[in-house]
């Protein structure tokens, strides 16, 4: 095992709130244990462009409170090439660059994987998606800023369902997991959630409306980006149709759930992971994502992390349905 | 002008933030002249329903802060007939109410106006509504609120725009008016404006795109609801058509412009027009609207203050093109 | 065991946001489970004066987002009497109360023990604290509010220090135990932390400010209520005079850290705990508090749960000292 | 009348949210009329120190929305003396600077005043403070975030007085000036308000209390940071021992209201005098500070604006007088 004496660092896929206080600890870690440290822009596209860029301790100063991330981010068709491939090498080499940390998704740790195994530089993980879809963490950083965001959301439009005595379907992010949708739907009093983990079928959800309390005043249905039961126009067609004495609105909440300032947690986690990240890399680990798993850092395979079949709490589920009553 | 004894306080059309401070200084206000005062629930239709209460002090503590309306709000079909509004006469005549305070926006005046000629009961308005299209005041009740909110999630989508070098196409409410889309455009540094009350084709946004800087990482769009141009999903089709090099998004902001707890300035002049318009009441005014105008409280005809032909100040859309550059 | 019927819930101590997710998921619950619930006022305090009354599912609408307690909140000397907790027995029985539900923290728990111990009513706890300080949980209902609280505080305060090149010195709540002020001063980027479980003197401060990169254009210190190095006041007047080359300002959170709308996880865990407490009644579970261990439900004795020497994870600090690099 | 070719721009006295948002404005619209526009750093400080660098459009991307000012700020002994103003002409001679705006309060306007008497440097001003204690100008930069951020935090307070049934005082920045303590204690509720301005002696306040309700669950004295009766401290003392009933707790917010996102008409007012500012100095403005009277552009002396006898309207205090009861 060859000394790491540089780091290149890098944000990939979608971003998330967080990917700054990882990018920060990743740096000022990097910088506290005597190596260098090279910020990389744009993910992939940014390996292969050569737009790299040697990082101070500066850099990353008054950063950790920011959406969104300094380093940019962006998806790479090229690196998914061998010859893509190659010219990243080719360009970590000219930067002296011998080992990276990749924060982002399962596209990310996908590319990572493949890129560790063909050449001889490490690559460490640090889970940066609002999704909380990866394997070897309890949290990924950004989750829980953006559930903050959703149920922000969702107290303004209570007050309006209030005021007017309206049913809501609100759609929230979670195109394969519905794990947003499903803590949200608890925290903002949801009278049902719809996730593509459960096959809740509209039937179920009618049935729920069906005998639901006619003296409540609001009714907030929770519904995952692309569950089962079609998105929350397909969902609020047929609720207008089978419930016309409902006054039934649709909001998607779309993109403002990626950004914004993170929340204490995310902000935690992503130090922690940066940090445990670097020290992974001096001790000779390559080729996993660094995670927390109750409570304690914990290292997981890539291609272990990317199988993200995270499972479903049956009694969350439970206790929205409790909880409607 | 036979002396107040009894105002009813009630809330119509679609709620805003800073409505329950509206009422609570209603209340409060009538009672510290010592009045009575009833609440009616749901606007006109609860007063042709007969949901109509008494009201004291602690029937608003505590609410000054909340989104929504404590007396709930709804539009009326029935209140559009002679029958309706003789049965709500009834009612309040049945409860002693000899006054009203309506709080709304214009559908709400029109019934007013129609019903104070047809009856012996003073009405004065309270403009609520988060479009800030009335005449006679220089801001509605929710509009302060609406466009902090419209501003949050736009800082929130700015940091994902930065992140990925995106365009965004973001869509405000206003369906007559482009007050919202006006200032949070300015204020979000949008790159341009659609708004209902100018001219602003297709073409004048595609010729400022064609010359914008190529350097600039981010793009937002500002669209008010129903701009000459289309929504924000025709706009976006043809920017995506015409601009392929552009990483073009669009953003509903939707339902969550009307909830909230309401800003420090939609309180003040919720308490401010609301104690006004129970002075006015009893100095013997009625079919008016109060609103603030320069900093003064200032009563207008209802039949003038709903024909919201709210001038735009054009230097507001000669800044958004300066700053933009 | 004889089958529980009626449930009395109450909120004790210190407020904490999430209480009022937590009692809406008691009530709800124990009516999902066919029993009734009783809603006591003032903690103990309405035990013995019997300020008690009957919930049902509308008593607990519309408050899931909501800081503070419904039930309000006080401390009781007389509880702490045989004859006070006599007369509270003697009203819960005469209001058939057979079961109860505390929310509160070491205090109420101390309490909770006792009058278990003396009586034949079964009591579970909800650990509802912002501090953070109870055994038996990872994490205490209102704790992940109050250090998001913190951090958009400290983010302001972050604004201004920037702009004038100061150093601050925050402190933040947390008597005997600095779980807030670790996590939010590695959250907000703290040059060092004061906390009460460790030996931080004034000294290893100032060695660390000695050797502070002159560059940085502000510092944060965050400070735990009552650390061993006094009060922020205190650290404060040290820290200028020995570091007078400094523009050295102090703020005081306060009282803000215990209000605001609970943040997801903090409704989430009251949530889950709540549905939990009224389960192990009806299992016949008593003397214990509910908490959430490794994202499990746990029961741990109330005598357990008080002492509270909870573990400052010395990695924590680490960090920090690694970060403010 | 020499024209214009070179703008400096610099921040001054005590930061306040929306400084970014016109330091853009300047910049942007400097360019817009082919002006130069360099940058100042750490205001009249930097000028003599000679801390001056040219912007382009780039230097202002993304900084609208942020608090504090990126041009930093500080206070200047030096620039009180003769020898200092001639350094700092001197500089901004050499760096080709012809023209000057200076965004800040008071004290930044007397420097200008002076200065642009001296030299043949037109000056013109931006009302940058969060105390809107200047002539000329409805409202300050900065103002209407600050009267949010004391919102938000008592809103916060007000939850755990609720809970408790407690009184608190609550003192907000002003040393000077009222205006920040009325309107939020209009929009807070408050049961009282000490301002610098009025007479309000302790001996009032106790009358009022004396009288207040007793079934009042919460209540807030808002208090400026200076009013005659002392600060909340000294007020905080004579409320505990005069009326020993309550549970009365104070607060300070302190620093957090300097800080934070600029609310949207913050960035309005700051993008529309910015602008302003600019086409003053082309059209030969000099001199005066650029406020917005009755939404209209106002320049005003620097000499009147900075009496900032700003008068109480006493409508306010009767407002909250009646809203109280």
Redesign the interface.
Known sequence: MSQVKKIGVF?SGG?A?G?N?AI??VV??G??YNLEVAGIRRGYEGMISGDIFDMD??SV??I??????IL???RSDQFRTPEGRKTAYDNLKAHNIDALVAIGGDGTFTGANIFSQEYDIPVLGLPGTIDNDLAGT?FTIGY?TA?????D?V??????A????RL?IVEVMGRDCGLIAL??G????AEAILIPETKTDVDALFAHLEHA?K????KIIMVAESGEAGNAFDIGRQVKERFPQYDT?I??????Q????P???D??LA??VG?AAVEGLIGGRKNEMVGIV??EIAYTPFEKAIKHNVEI?E?FLK?VE??A?
Chains 1, 2, 3, 4 share one sequence.
Do not use: W
């Open positions: 944000t971003d709130p990917m206080a920060r600890a000022r870690s910088l506290y301790r500066k100063g008054n950790i409170q920011r959406g969104g991330t940019k981010t962006a309890d829980d559930i903050n965001t959703v149920i959301a107290d303004k439009i209570r007050d309006t209030e005021s007017h005595d809501f803590r949200t608890i925290a903002a009093g309390r003296d409540k005043s609001s609105r909001s998607i909440l779309g993109h403002i990626r950004g914004g300032r929340s204490c947690m902000r935690v130090s922690r940090v109750n409570n709490n009694k206790i409790i909880l009553i």
